[in-house]
């Protein structure tokens, strides 16, 4: 039996992973004539996200009691086909105010996904419950690398479609809030843990995770922090991570200039666009050779432009003419103009007029909404439905977007997520209908995906507890003809440590309030 005991304080083991779901049930001690209060399950979480068969994966259960008298209980793992539980039933003593922390060690002799069960009981009375999803990849030995093994790029000459893939940033040590979603879903855990987005190996783990299954470019949500002064950048350390990474020139990457925080993310006036932030998007971000553009044009992808009316530049003429200086800009910086998208995804006429008035040239959609909290079919069917609908209905051609889930910051409103065999059936059907489009287009050339990592807000498509790299295998399937078997790595196959330092320090600091 292997346990930590810390007498009158909570004890906390630092770990990348999973948090509890508990569910005590109250009141059976009572009804039993035992005079208790049922103990606490401070925290019921794996000690790294997923793990392969044959390997051990770890799992801690921090359990505290709040009564005035020492307790006895029984802690138990319920036992799950094709997984050895080291120890599986314990039983301790806890002290008033006392909280120990429980290690066990699972293995796994198959591949599987499965939730697992633990049980607080006194006597035969279950009083206290958790669960805790964990994933076994199929075995493969440890490989010893110094470094993340270059991406294996699957070589295709037949594939036509660019694949984007949107971006969202907010993974940094000084966001640490940003996870909270995930400790109340901890299937959505990512392969990285709880990651630094700052460090560059975790870009280079994502490049190499993208480009293996067809993904061609990230679009990195993209905030100012101040308007009408020089460029300074929120959320800006994932992107900047990806410029610093070693296999920043396996991919692609765009910008999706966030411009819906008025007075702060957007323009102050037209001076403030083409002498601050232009600039800046030039020589920082479209002279790279690593940055997307097409026909020699950059592709700039903004959301909300129609912000830039009434907030930033004053009239929809003003903005036309802006864009139009953009793009001569771009021309004057050795570009052949600059491709300008904006983001909307409702289905008004007048604002698809307004879009064009602007002098955009191109509308997407940065997702879809879905009512209801849909079936994974009735989300396929419904953005099937929109997109058709956009394309009736849009003065301006779209470059469509898939979605694959949505729950909302704080699960609000509808909720739904297609997992990846559907998901696959949907990319196909929306490959279908692109593959229709007018050619030498950007509708005809680009697909978008929604999201790769936007944990929090229910969609993402980077390799989690609860599927594995189902997502990207789907891609794969899809978009790349050569599809073969392959091998996806994740860091302890290869002995890299986790990459989640700030997060963790933050938890530290967290449980000693």
Same mark, same amino acid.
């Given at each position: 039996m292997e346990y930590l005991k810390k007498k009158g304080v909570r004890l906390f083991i630092l770990t990348v992973g999973i948090f509890i779901m508990q569910n005590p049930i109250r009141g059976v001690g009572q009804r039993l004539g035992i005079a208790i209060i049922p103990p606490r399950i401070a925290e019921f979480m794996g000690a790294q996200p997923m793990t392969r068969v044959g390997r051990p994966f770890v799992v801690l259960a921090t359990i505290s009691n709040p009564n005035k008298q020492i307790v006895t209980l029984n802690v138990e793992l319920v036992p799950i086909e094709h997984i050895h539980i080291i120890d599986a039933n314990r039983k301790i003593s806890l002290s008033p105010g006392e909280e120990i922390t429980i290690k066990w060690k699972l293995v796994a002799d198959k591949p599987l996904y499965k939730d697992l069960q633990l049980k607080i009981k006194q006597g035969e009375a279950v009083i206290a419950a958790a669960q805790l999803p964990v994933r076994f990849l199929p075995a493969m030995q440890r490989i010893k690398e110094p470094y993340i093994p270059e991406p294996k790029i699957p070589v295709d000459n037949n594939k036509k479609l660019l694949i984007g893939a949107h971006y969202f940033p907010g993974w940094e040590p000084d966001h640490p809030q940003f996870w909270d979603q995930e400790l109340k879903h901890p299937e959505r855990t990512p392969a990285l843990g709880f990651y630094d987005q700052g460090n560059p190996e975790v870009a280079d783990w994502e490049t190499k995770w993208a480009v293996e299954h067809g993904v061609d470019f990230f679009i990195y949500c993209w905030y100012r922090a101040k308007e009408g002064s020089p460029v300074v950048q929120n959320l800006g350390s994932a992107l900047e991570s990806r410029l610093n990474s070693r296999f920043k020139n396996n991919m692609k990457f765009a910008i999706m200039w966030e411009n819906q925080n008025k007075g702060n993310a957007g323009?102050?006036?037209?001076?403030?666009?083409?002498?601050?932030?232009?600039?800046?998007? =030039?020589?920082?971000?479209?002279?790279? #050779?690593?940055?997307?553009?097409?026909?020699?044009?950059?592709?700039?992808?903004?959301?909300?432009?129609?912000?830039?009316?009434?907030?930033?530049?004053?009239?929809?003429?003003?903005?036309?003419? #802006?864009?139009?200086?953009?793009?001569?800009?771009?021309? #004057?910086?050795?570009?052949?103009?600059?491709? =300008?998208?904006?983001?909307?995804?409702?289905?008004? +006429?007048?604002? *698809?007029?307004?879009?064009?008035?602007?002098?955009?040239?191109?509308?997407?959609?940065?997702?879809?909404? =879905?009512?209801?909290?849909?079936?994974?079919?009735?989300? +396929?069917?419904?953005?099937?439905?929109?997109?058709?609908?956009?394309?009736?209905?849009?003065?301006?051609?779209?470059?469509?977007?898939?979605?694959?889930?949505?729950?909302?910051?704080?699960?609000?409103?509808?909720?739904?997520? +297609?997992?990846?065999?559907?998901?696959?059936?949907?990319?196909?059907?929306?490959?279908?209908?692109?593959?229709?489009?007018?050619?030498?287009?950007?509708?005809?050339?680009?697909?978008?995906?929604?999201?790769?990592?936007?944990?929090?807000?229910?969609?993402?498509?980077?390799?989690?507890?609860?599927?594995? *790299?189902?997502?990207?295998?789907? +891609?794969?399937?899809?978009?790349?003809?050569?599809?073969?078997?392959?091998?996806?790595?994740?860091?302890?196959?290869?002995?890299?440590?986790?990459?989640?330092?700030?997060?963790?320090?933050?938890?530290?600091?967290?449980?000693?309030?």
């Open positions: 323009v102050a006036n037209e001076a403030d666009l083409m002498n601050n932030l232009l600039p800046f998007w =030039i020589n920082n971000y479209f002279k790279r #050779a690593d940055y997307l553009k097409i026909d020699n044009k950059p592709v700039l992808f903004i959301y909300r432009p129609e912000f830039l009316v009434e907030d930033n530049l004053g009239s929809i003429e003003k903005v036309h003419e #802006a864009f139009d200086k953009m793009k001569q800009a771009c021309k #004057a910086a050795g570009f052949d103009g600059l491709w =300008i998208l904006g983001e909307y995804r409702g289905h008004d +006429i007048k604002h *698809f007029e307004l879009m064009k008035e602007l002098g955009l040239d191109y509308v997407f959609e940065y997702c879809w909404y =879905i009512g209801n909290s849909p079936s994974p079919q009735q989300a +396929i069917d419904s953005q099937l439905e929109q997109i058709h609908e956009t394309q009736k209905l849009s003065v301006l051609p779209q470059v469509v977007t898939v979605s694959q889930g949505w729950s909302g910051w704080q699960d609000e409103g509808s909720i739904w997520a +297609i997992p990846p065999i559907e998901y696959e059936t949907l990319l196909r059907r929306v490959k279908s209908f692109v593959d229709s489009l007018p050619k030498n287009t950007l509708s005809s050339r680009m697909l978008l995906l929604d999201n790769w990592n936007e944990w929090s807000e229910g969609h993402y498509l980077a390799p989690c507890t609860e599927y594995g *790299f189902g997502y990207l295998d789907a +891609i794969r399937r899809v978009f790349l003809n050569n599809y073969a078997k392959h091998v996806d790595l994740i860091p302890e196959d290869i002995g890299r440590p986790n990459y989640e330092s700030g997060y963790r320090k933050w938890l530290e600091e967290q449980r000693k309030k």
